[in-house]
């Protein structure tokens, strides 16, 4: 097929009008989370923390599930770059139903299971109530999570990511509303803020499905479920989920390491770990136009728009992660204060910073790669290298706790570890598979 080049700034703004709506929407999710905190916490400790071991369990089902967009989005997006619409919405509908199923399923297992997932905590019967409280009802809301994980890649494959920073937006301002109205309105407490964000979540559900069913009005799409495209979209999501599983087990590896040096230091990784996780999101932005815009391209057969892209959103994401480290870098000294107001935790925690400032370049072009190979839907690939990336860094961190280092020396090693070792370990093996065509030829 004859190549639909973009010249270079029609190639930027495409990134832009893509990565910066997504951006957006990456952020609203976790202002979810710290919206409830902030309204639970003026019922007082026992609310709060039961909110705390509540979201706990909710997150690590939640991002165990982001497969659904992940897998959704590069099967809708090249369908549509081969310039069938309506194929391209049927799959993404399909991935929709797929997540009804999952979500009803982990709903009901959940509400059953959540005294046991509470009791694991061993905290106090105040907080334990509090959190298994919050928990039973949230799970009714999963399956709404869940659809509008699909739902995001329906329309991010279709090169769509202002609506869902829109429904976002509606999303958490209804929460808001909700929440206050239910909590202190009508005197629920925590029960209040759980049911207030289920009905945003919901209400975020019944946006979507108009969104969706005027595209499927459109195109020409069903709106019923299709056996081929839910097994399509499982079997390329189960390959994800394990990617996802590989990157939980390097977590709490690394979390139960930090918790074995001692108190000061799991709370310093902690500080480092979130100031990681905010400057993903605006990575994440990066990945999530990459993985929208190969898949198009690859539907559309033009290779060497292909490597466009990719060269264009690896140096984005190179050149986004010198910024980003020379900020971490020159505020460095007084994070750990902010976080904590303690001089001494500021002191620990500086160098640590220091190691991840220098790593940003590489965690861009990570997070960009990963975008890359899901848009291209090799997803097999990605589930392998997760597996291999552990192969250096658990030995890695096994050391780290066999030496009993603790301290700032402590702090420092955990971070190279995995600011060093982990991500240039991811850095090897995604770089290893887009040096040659051999990942544009997955089949979709």
Known sequence: MASTASPSPALNREILRLAVPALGALVAEPAFLILDSV??????????AGLGIAGAVLQTIVGL?????????????RRFGAGQPGDAVSVGIDGMWLALGLGAVLAAAGALASP?????????DAVSTE???????????????????AATGLLRGMQDTMTPLWIAGFGFGANALLNWLFIYGLGWGIAGSAFGTVAAQWG????????????ALRHGASMKAQRGGIRGTARSGGWLFLRTV?????LLATVAVATGIGTHELAGWQIAFTIFSTAAFALDALAIAAQAMIGKSLGSGDLAQVHRILRRTVAWGAWFGVIVGAAIAALSGVIGVVFTGDAAIGALVQPAFLVLAVAQPVAGIV?????????????????IAGLLNLVPFLPVLWIIAATGVDGTAGLVWLAVAFFGVYLLARLGTLGWRVRTDAWTKVAA
Not at 132 to 144: K, R, V
Not at 367 to 383: P, S, T
């Open 39 to 48: 309204m639970v916490g003026h019922l007082g400790a026992s609310p709060l």
């Open 65 to 77: 599930m982001i497969f659904l967009a992940y897998s959704t989005t590069p099967a809708v997006a």
């Open 116 to 124: 046991a997932l509470i009791a694991a905590f061993g905290a106090s």
């Open 131 to 149: 959190a298994q409280t919050y928990l039973t009802i949230s799970m009714w809301g999963l399956p709404a999570m869940l659809i509008v994980f």
């Open 204 to 215: 975020m559900v019944a946006a979507y499905v108009v969104v969706i069913r005027r595209l």
């Open 246 to 250: 590989s990157l939980r087990v390097a």
């Open 367 to 383: 997070f960009v790669l990963d975008g890359v190979l899901m848009g291209a839907n090799d997803a097999r690939y990605l589930a």
